[in-house]
């Protein structure tokens, strides 16, 4: 993922106190969701507020998501994380993006395909003519995360990708997300799989950020909820690699939060700070701030 680069231009980003600093030069936001919206156990109230402002005051919501789930799915993580429905309008997760391709694959015929995560990421093909089988028998790989990310790391899954490699499957990655932050820990994701299957050999194909097709379809909904002129979008995100990466791909203005899964990384919250951390992955902050507030 690290060969996208940005032209960096202008890398100093603005410390800003609040979102409602800059929400007036823009229409409708894209807000990333683990990380700037809850840590994993619950939601992060400021940042409840700022969504609420933004919505009250300027435009549409959409919450951006690399979860491998359809987005009743995350919305109903949402409800038990204490996030209320009033502070976003929609959900656009990776997991919506994989499934329609994986409906394009499958063209009817039952597929025979290996499904690498927990059982709780089912929704993702659940309804379409799949099959899930053994690693022995499939015909292409679905990975959405780890069996067990409390206790397994990527190498635990050497082996296993090692032989699937060697079969020439094709590696879809339901969530490009190497790591995510749950609580005070971080957590390795399917983009952590993905990352190691290419390492090996492997062919692995990546949906949701920063790849194109999840802010295409994000861009459709930003103009559907806007009702007139090409909307005034901006990103807000705790993942250089994922978020601001995506944003600056799209050619859309961002804002990074520092106290997400960079925030070890973030010693000083100051803007030569800020641009030179920016700068090591190659991408381009607008804006930062430590948590996402109004």
């Not at 803007?271 to 507030?293: D, E, N, T, Y």
Request: hydrophobic share 45%.
């Amino acid at each position: 993922m690290n060969s996208d680069r940005v032209d960096l231009g202008q890398a100093m980003p603005a410390l800003l106190g609040g979102l409602g600093e800059v929400a007036g030069g823009y229409d409708v936001l894209l807000c990333d969701v683990w990380g700037v919206l809850h840590d994993g156990h619950i939601a992060h109230g400021a940042a409840v507020e700022a969504l609420q402002q933004f919505r009250g005051q300027r435009g549409p919501v959409i919450l951006l998501s690399n979860a491998p789930r359809p987005a009743e799915d995350v919305a109903e993580q949402l409800v038990c994380l204490r996030v209320p429905r009033d502070c976003y309008d929609s959900i656009l997760t990776s997991g919506m993006v994989a499934r329609e391709d994986l409906r394009r694959r499958a063209s009817g015929i039952p597929l025979q395909m290996l499904h690498i995560g927990p059982p709780r990421d089912g929704g993702i093909f659940a309804g379409l003519p799949v099959r899930c089988v053994t690693p022995d028998l499939a015909e292409i790989v679905l990975c959405t995360g780890l069996f067990d990310d409390d206790q397994e790391t990527p190498q635990d899954y050497r082996a296993m990708l090692s032989s699937l490699v060697d079969r020439g499957l094709p590696f879809l990655c339901a969530n490009p997300d190497i790591v995510v932050q749950r609580g005070g820990k971080l957590v390795w994701c399917a983009g952590a799989l993905a990352r190691l299957y290419t390492e090996l050999g492997g062919s692995s194909v990546y949906y949701g950020k920063p790849h194109a097709p999840i802010y295409a379809e994000a861009l459709m909904l930003a103009r559907k909820a806007v009702k007139g002129a090409e909307p005034r979008v901006l990103v807000l995100g705790d993942g250089l690699e994922t978020d601001i990466r995506g944003a600056n791909l799209a050619g859309l203005d961002a804002v990074f939060i520092a106290d997400g899964i960079h925030g070890e990384d973030v010693r000083e919250m100051t803007a030569p700070a800020i641009a030179a951390l920016c700068g090591q992955a190659g991408v381009i902050a607008k804006g930062a701030m430590r948590k996402l507030v109004w």
